[in-house]
């Protein structure tokens, strides 16, 4: 995923919001050089700068729960 960033600002964690705009995840932050879930070539956003997402975000499972649990 690569984009110019919307808005300015230092990032350390991120947060999934749902469809009905409630909370689903919080998580780490960091660039490749810590050990945040997401890692992205900046955590100092500059609106508008270059943004790079290096992770594969893997929330969702293929099978539903209480399939073969």
Request: some cysteine; proline content about 4%; hydrophobic content about 35%.
């Amino acid at each position: 995923m690569d984009g110019p960033s919307v808005r300015s600002g230092d990032a350390t964690w991120g947060r999934i919001i749902g469809a009905n705009g409630r909370a689903v995840a919080d998580f780490d932050v960091s660039t490749k050089k810590g050990d945040g879930y997401m890692v992205f070539n900046t955590t100092a956003f500059m609106k508008g700068g270059p943004v790079q997402c290096f992770t594969r975000m893997a929330i969702f499972s293929p099978r539903r729960r209480g399939d073969e649990d």
